[in-house]
């Protein structure tokens, strides 16, 4: 066997054995693990043997597992981040005269920036942690061996659901978000002005505010409003599962493996955010082109 | 070669597959890494040239020493450990060590009851049992429900249908685990130490079943165990590992009778009460 092997090995063209070792090389790295999990995952969708009811019932419970129990400190966080941003951008363009792109600001910070990240932060450090430790478990109890061995893939089975239902919750978590950091906050800063009788001398209604908005906001600004949340929830679930298949058979593993999974989740979201913003960098650099 | 239904020929096993199998890894990454391993060092081997032949309908015993790989051989056969040399036959049919995967091997109707019952902790035991059929759709709802309802009277854990696994002592899961098994109409069955916690009243309700197996269905089941009193209650050949080997088949008679070395280590207590009863 292991004679054949190496002829095998001695058969390959110099160009052959390049993209083998090459492939071994990235398959070897984090990331190459994680694209081929990804990727892994996208192909388990056209397996044979597939069961809708069954999937779809995992998919609906993962988006709910990962949606509804993230919604309140999600509302909360957005509408005091959106109270911020509004107080703070309305006071100081003011102060400086340049009311007119108040709209434009708030499209930036919010609906582009603050809303993916900060839904893709919380969800990763609420669902990501908790399917690392949930799939942990499975490894270290052997159910995954179990499943594999009556002919059940697991990546099917555990990794296929979490990721669509993830992503799906993601998506819509974001939309939540952004809404909820613009209605919640204007409402909040209306209350604040209410309660302490214009202290901050503030001039807001909600008419001003949303025609502002909807001038600002550009076709882009709702593909990526789409696009962002897809990408991040893809990255959380792919990186939890990731994580938590590769636990070896020790229990000490899961709690390591739970914080890894988070911080190199924020770490990739970030990365990831930088380069899709790159749209948004490129299409100013045209603007001044076209200016100057 | 149509009569059998496993063989292994020359089987080298690494002790790396002892840490689980990775699912999230491409299997290509930790094999090539394994072979380098274990070429530069013996110790990394924990199997060195296994031989066995599974005759179809023929049950046998694996017994040994605990932490020498018994375990690990059923893992190999299950195809969640891959092996580093040799060669394995399902039913006639050689499946290369590239794609000898826990998948490719169920789909050879292969079962197989793991040493702790691992059932899916978030379903129902009715659902355990079910989740295998449901997700091949091997049949329809009322044929699934019967087939389940059939497996469960069979075991004794019908009355703990609606009950989650955790719920339940070890032994019930491990009846689930085997019942689970059954109700897939594996054509060959590995058994991981399937005695171990029942008590001596479900051991001896067991042990017809697996007998029934074989001769109804025509099962061929692969035993490890410690509880080598199985081997002789169900007529069957004991084959032991013994310095990274696997022996001969003899029958439970031969092994107590014999002058070898393992029959002195493992038949001692027996061999000393055998003259007087």
């Not at chain 1, 959380?236 to 058979?249: E, G, P, V």
Request: hydrophobic content about 45%; charged content about 20%.
């Amino acid at each position: 066997m292991e004679k054949t092997q190496l002829k095998n090995w001695q058969k390959m063209t110099p160009v052959g054995r390049l993209f083998h070792t090459l492939g071994i090389f990235i398959l070897k790295r984090r990331f190459g693990q994680l694209i081929a999990l990804f990727l892994r995952t996208v192909a388990s969708l056209f397996d044979k043997s597939h069961n809708f009811k069954s999937d779809s019932r995992n998919i609906i419970l993962q988006t709910f597992f990962t949606g509804v129990e993230i919604l309140i400190p999600l509302f909360v966080v957005a509408t005091l981040f959106g109270t911020v941003v509004i107080i703070e951008v309305l006071s100081l363009m003011g102060k400086m005269g340049f009311s007119d792109i108040v709209g434009t600001l708030m499209v930036v910070v919010i609906i582009r920036e603050l809303s993916p990240i900060l839904t893709a932060f919380l969800i990763a450090g609420r669902t990501g942690s908790s399917l690392t430790t949930y799939i942990g478990g499975m490894v270290i109890d052997s159910e995954v061996d179990a499943l594999a061995t009556m002919g059940i893939n697991p990546i099917r089975y555990l990794v296929m659901p979490s990721v669509i239902g993830g992503t799906i919750a993601t998506i819509i978590m974001n939309i939540i978000f952004s809404a909820s950091a613009i209605g919640g906050g204007f409402l909040v800063t209306k209350g604040i002005i209410f309660i302490t009788g214009n202290a901050p001398n503030l001039q807001i209604t909600w008419s001003y505010l949303s025609t502002e908005i909807t001038k600002a906001l550009t076709i882009p600004d709702f593909v990526f409003a789409i696009v962002k949340p897809l990408v991040f929830g893809i990255i959380i679930t792919i990186n939890a599962c990731y994580q938590a298949l590769n636990i070896k058979r020790d229990i000490r593993q899961v709690p390591k493996a739970t914080s890894r999974s988070v911080i190199s989740s924020f770490l990739y979201i970030v990365f990831a955010d930088v380069v899709l913003s790159l749209y948004y960098f490129i299409s100013y650099m045209q603007n001044l082109s076209t200016i100057i | 070669m149509l009569d059998e239904a496993l063989r292994l020929e020359d089987v080298y096993l690494s002790t790396n597959e002892l840490s689980g199998t990775m699912f999230s890894i491409p299997r290509a990454v930790s094999y090539f890494e394994n072979i380098k391993a274990s070429e530069s060092n013996k110790d990394y081997q924990l199997i060195a040239g296994a031989n066995l032949t599974l005759k179809l309908g023929e049950t046998i015993c694996i017994g040994g020493p605990s932490g020498k790989g018994k375990s690990a051989i059923l893992r190999l056969i299950a195809g969640l450990a891959r092996p580093l040399k040799g060669h394995i036959y399902y039913f006639g049919e050689y499946i290369p060590a590239e794609r000898l995967t826990a998948l490719e091997v169920a789909k050879r109707q292969v079962g197989f009851v793991l040493q702790n019952a691992a059932l899916i902790s978030n379903l129902r035991v009715v659902d355990n049992i079910a989740l295998p059929l449901r997700y091949h759709k091997m049949g329809t709802e009322d044929e699934i429900t019967k087939k389940v309802n059939m497996a469960m009277d069979l075991m004794r854990v019908r009355d703990f249908a609606k009950m989650f696994p955790h719920e339940l002592s070890v032994g019930m899961q491990k009846r689930v685990a085997i019942a689970r098994s059954w109700a897939m109409d594996p054509k060959l069955l590995l058994m991981d130490e399937p005695t171990a916690g029942l008590d001596n009243y479900n051991r001896r309700n067991l042990l017809p079943l697996i007998d029934n197996m074989r001769t109804m269905f025509k099962t061929s089941i692969i035993i490890v165990t410690h509880d080598l009193m199985i081997a002789k209650e169900l007529d069957c050949n004991l084959v032991f590992l013994h310095q990274k080997k696997l022996t001969e088949p003899h029958s439970f008679d031969y092994w107590l009778r014999s002058d070898s070395e393992i029959s002195k280590d493992q038949f001692r207590d027996l061999q000393s009460v055998s003259p007087n009863t």
